[in-house]
């Protein structure tokens, strides 16, 4: 019984996502049906599940573990969720979607995340890679007639393919070192030999590394990230560009500080290498990008940078302050996107700069929570992105880090500036009269609405969730 | 009712406030205008009675208010004024309601965005000035770059997007270093005595070695550097006064400069005494090119906001150099010249953008006469003109010297070179003057300018007030800024008692400090 409790959540969602599909088949033609609806029934269940859960650190089948991290991160992306539908409601029946493949395809994602951020065992990860995968690349390609779309999806699919099959490999060798699969007996039979480590291990970091590398969209596996971003509907990118990252990054912390912890001296100056890498070149490349789409895309990689510096210096501090970035900056990114979207049109579907000119002009309330995002996104006090952005660098200045806090501090002024650009188009030039700009939806507002609430509580109160943070990292590592 | 809380966050409240008149394409403009206006009338009663309340003598912090806001940090809801404090915060909510009541003419759209962003300025401002925990002296520091951002960007002239992203560029890439240097204060608080902390009274207790200290020292002095700003870092102010509104001019020069030259008396030197005293002359000396600099570029600008602009490049100087000499008399005099350079310069900027409201443009070569044509404006424009350069009797006069007193105290060469700083704003204010004011109406555009409206008077009247109110009574201000003053200059002297041991090669005071210190003696003769 205990094992079904601790996939509780993620049953719901799969229950969820396969009772989206019925109602699909059942839909009659030019039916409306409430199906986003019931997806949000879906998750608000599973995130009752998931706090009757905390601190009871359940263990399912012997490959889940429904401990206080997963189930901060199941919250997280559950938000993710809950948002991510909210935002699509117009933005589906608009560009003409799926419904039913639409809603489906993004439950699945969300119960593939949730079983990634607790799964225990390197198979099962991979398990939920894939699940997680498959449905965002469907959902990257959903508009089936549109070029772009199909090429983004192509494209994340080769490379998602490619990349997949280095986790795997990572997963053989630390099989052929270890003799397991299950993280707490690799990570025994790791520190008997890390005096004299197999040279296979080596291998194995190093392949799983690249796995992850490319999920968090991490320099140099960053190459899919702009260009599928672009190409898929934006609301797609918002939640792929949060949910994927959010469960990547907790398997990522998992695997690496327990299973790999032993080795932590030599896999993290690797690690410490990608981060600066992956934030210069984020925030550098971010600058030169005249569409909105394709700027956050650098954006969410500059961001990866900085979750992986507070990956570089995990001590208690670092690890709670990933899961805290993590949660901040899926609300503000996701925010971010749903503004996109929301005053796109199906003639202007990808956000260009251009398409931003004077919105405060002629959308005021679009154009100022667009601006509330950015600038949680650029670390502006009092809002949420700057607690996150503060707390990883406690860490790493806490652990001696302070050359690289230095370096992801100065990156983040340079991000400003392309924030800022936004900002520039919204407010200080005039609306040129090309175009009107739709109005955001209701159900969408009341999305944003929530998001910017968030934004700004967790910008000036941060303290109850730094201490949740702080909390699910105590069960584990 | 904690009072301080009160005075930060009232201007705040005001800005909720106006943000649900509905203003779309300009209904209620009035409306709003006047709430705005009241709202910051409001905020200035509050701080007087800030100032009522204050003990004069007590040299510790008044109204403070302390209250946990991130525990597991040691992070601090913590505020305190001192007579610094206390002066600036006035300053600060003097000049917001006279800021707003400018505005009324020149600022047409967005009346509702533009109140607001005052506004929040306004309470970031006071938020600065009365934070003593450095986190949250940090968010303060850092909200109130939007708000500016948006002043100039959305309100101000041709190239205001240009001098917008400059202004915020280059503040934020100071200020980010001197985020990395607060957390590592923390954290050695953290290392000392087991706990994090980012309260100002408790890093004081640090004991840093000298080589973090300079790196530390350096990353804060960077930050208040750029704001102030020091000579060669003062690139940003030119354009950003040039295309900011009226408004916007006048708080940036008359509060934000401010915040550069107060950190750097509260923080910056305090905390890190024995590097203060190393690098002070090179810091004294940056500001004495300021000064001479500043004064010469000022006096060939065609425009007059860039000419008072690079004024306020050198009256800054000033400042810097009191800080520097670090003994009663160059601290007094910098707290004064700041107080005072926000009046005057605040005046000047005023007095532009009423003369640029009239005539839409700024250039001198486009004014002469106007003493013919609107005899009252120019009467006005004389005295802050003459408040401006040092004149005995007003307010630039008394910080000046007192600020060269000092200097010569310490090192009679910075104070020679610094004097001639005085002289060459003779030079550049009268000259401008006279080609703005006096001889022939040459222009005939302006011929019939109207003089001043009761609206500018409404604006201006209490910045001559106050000038001559500084220059005639300096001890109102003087006197309860001095044991704050006292006790600055005291916790520096620690710094260079600690030097002379070095330069003595002297054993180091606590053996906690005597590895670095050995680090640190080739580097004395």
């Known amino acids: 019984m205990e094992n079904l409790q601790a996939i509780m959540p993620m049953l719901l969602v799969t229950l969820t996502a396969v009772a989206t599909m019925v109602a699909e088949a059942f839909r009659r033609k030019g039916e409306r049906m409430p199906i986003g609806g019931l997806g949000v029934i879906g998750l608000a269940g599973a995130a009752v599940a998931a706090c009757l859960l905390w601190n009871r650190n359940a263990a399912g089948f012997g490959v889940v573990q429904a401990d206080n991290f997963a189930l901060f991160v199941s919250l997280v992306l559950i938000g993710i969720g809950l948002l991510t539908i909210m935002f699509s409601a117009r933005v589906v029946e608009r560009d003409g979607l799926p419904q039913g493949e639409y809603y489906a395809l993004t439950l699945f994602a969300i119960a593939g995340m949730m079983l990634m951020a607790s799964a225990t065992d390197l198979l099962v990860i991979f398990l939920a890679l894939e699940v997680l995968s498959l449905s965002v690349y469907s959902l990257t390609g959903i508009r089936r007639t549109d070029a772009a779309g199909a090429e983004a999806a192509f494209k994340y699919f080769l490379l998602g393919a490619f990349s997949s099959a280095f986790f795997l490999y990572g997963i053989a060798f630390t099989y052929a070192v270890t003799g397991s699969t299950r993280l707490d007996r690799v990570s025994t039979v790791i520190a008997t030999q890390v005096l004299q480590p197999n040279p296979l291990v080596w291998l194995a970091i190093g392949l799983l590394l690249v796995g992850f590398a490319f999920k968090v969209s991490a320099v140099p596996f960053h190459m899919w990230t702009p260009d599928a971003y672009e190409g898929a509907p934006t609301v797609v990118t918002g939640f792929m560009s949060t949910g994927v990252k959010a469960a990547a990054f907790a398997a990522f912390l998992r695997v690496f500080l327990s299973a790999f912890d032993p080795m932590r001296p030599d896999w993290v100056q690797m690690v410490e290498w990608i981060a600066l890498a992956t934030m210069i070149l984020g925030t550098v490349v971010g600058v030169v990008q005249n569409n909105v789409k394709r700027l956050l895309a650098y954006s969410s990689i500059a961001h990866a940078g900085y979750l992986l510096v507070g990956l570089v210096a995990a001590s208690d501090t670092g690890k709670a302050a990933v899961l805290f970035y993590l949660a901040v900056y899926a609300v503000a990114n996701l925010g971010a996107f749903g503004v996109i979207g929301a005053i796109a049109t199906r003639e202007r579907p990808n956000g260009d700069l251009h398409d931003f000119t004077g919105l405060w002009f002629t959308r005021p309330v679009a154009a100022l929570l667009m601006a509330v995002f950015l600038l949680s996104l650029a670390g502006f006090p009092p809002l949420a992105g700057f607690m996150g952005k503060w707390y990883i660098f406690q860490a790493a200045v806490a652990e001696g880090y302070t050359g690289l806090a230095v370096v992801a501090i100065l990156t983040s002024v340079i991000a400003v500036f392309f924030y800022l650009r936004i900002v520039v188009s919204m407010f200080m030039t005039t609306a040129s009269a090309e175009f009107e700009v739709p109005a955001i939806g209701q159900v969408g507002l009341a999305g944003l609405g929530i998001a910017a609430v968030v934004t700004f509580y967790l910008g000036v109160l941060p303290t109850r969730l730094i201490d949740l943070a702080a909390q699910s990292i105590q069960t584990i590592f | ?525």
Request: proline share 6%; aromatic share 12%.
């Open chain 2, 1 to 525: 009712m904690p009072l301080l809380t009160f005075t930060i966050f009232l201007p705040l409240a005001g800005a909720l406030l106006v943000g649900l008149v509905p203003n779309r394409d300009g209904a209620n403009d009035a409306l709003v205008r006047r709430l705005a206006l009241g709202v910051s009338l409001a905020a200035f009663l509050v701080s007087l009675a800030l100032w009522r309340g204050f003990d004069p003598l007590g040299a510790d912090y008044q109204f403070v208010e302390q209250a946990a806001w991130i525990p597991a940090f040691g992070i601090e809801y913590h505020l305190g004024i001192d007579g610094i404090s206390l002066l600036l915060i006035v300053l600060t909510t003097f000049l917001t309601p006279l800021a707003l009541l400018s505005s009324w003419g020149s600022v047409k759209k967005k009346v509702k965005a533009f109140s607001v962003c005052l506004l929040l300025l306004e309470t970031a401002m006071i938020g600065v000035f009365a934070a003593i925990d450095l986190f949250l002296f940090y968010v303060f520091w850092d909200a109130m770059l939007i708000p500016m951002y948006l002043l100039i960007g959305v309100w101000g002239y041709d190239r205001r997007i240009y001098a917008a992203v400059k202004f915020i560029l280059y503040t934020m890439a100071g200020s980010v270093l001197m985020l990395i240097a607060i957390l590592t204060l923390s954290v050695l608080h953290y290392q000392q005595f087991g706990a994090y902390s980012f309260d100002l009274a408790r890093l004081l207790q640090l004991s840093i070695p000298p080589a973090s200290q300079a790196l530390l020292f350096g990353a804060f002095t960077l930050a208040f550097a750029i704001k102030v700003p020091l000579f060669p870092l003062h690139t940003w102010l030119p354009d950003a006064h040039v295309e900011a509104p009226t408004a916007g001019s006048v708080l940036l020069a008359g509060v934000l400069l401010k915040m550069g030259t107060y950190g750097l008396v509260r923080f910056a030197f305090p905390l890190f005494p024995e590097a203060a005293h190393q690098y002070a002359p090179l810091l004294a000396w940056l500001a004495v090119i300021g000064i001479i600099y500043g004064a010469l570029v000022a006096m060939v600008q065609p425009d007059l906001k860039k000419l008072v602009a690079y004024s306020s490049v050198s009256h800054l100087g000033f400042v810097v150099l009191g800080i520097c000499a670090m003994n009663v008399n160059g601290v007094q005099g910098a707290t004064f010249q700041m107080l005072a350079h926000g009046v005057s310069t605040g005046g000047l900027f005023l007095l532009v953008g009423m003369l640029s409201d009239r005539r839409h443009t700024r250039l001198i070569a486009e004014f002469g006469g106007l003493k013919q044509v609107m005899p009252m404006l120019v009467r006005v424009f004389f005295l802050i003109t003459l408040a401006s350069v040092a004149l005995p009797g007003t307010n630039g006069f008394v910080g000046e010297f007192l600020i060269l007193l000092g200097t010569y105290r310490w090192d009679w060469r910075l104070g020679t070179a610094a004097a001639s700083g005085v002289i060459l704003s003779v030079v550049y204010m009268l000259w401008m003057f006279q080609r703005v004011n006096y001889g022939p109406v040459t222009n005939p555009k302006n011929e019939g300018l109207p003089d001043l409206t009761p609206r500018e008077w409404g604006a201006i009247l209490p910045i001559a007030a106050m000038a001559v109110l500084m220059g005639v009574l300096p001890n109102i201000f003087l006197s309860p800024m001095e044991p704050a003053v006292r006790r600055v200059v005291q916790r520096v002297e620690r710094g260079q008692v600690y030097t002379a041991q070095v330069e003595g090669a002297a054993p180091a005071p606590t053996a906690s400090s005597s590895t670095p210190l050995a680090g640190a003696q080739p580097r004395v003769e």
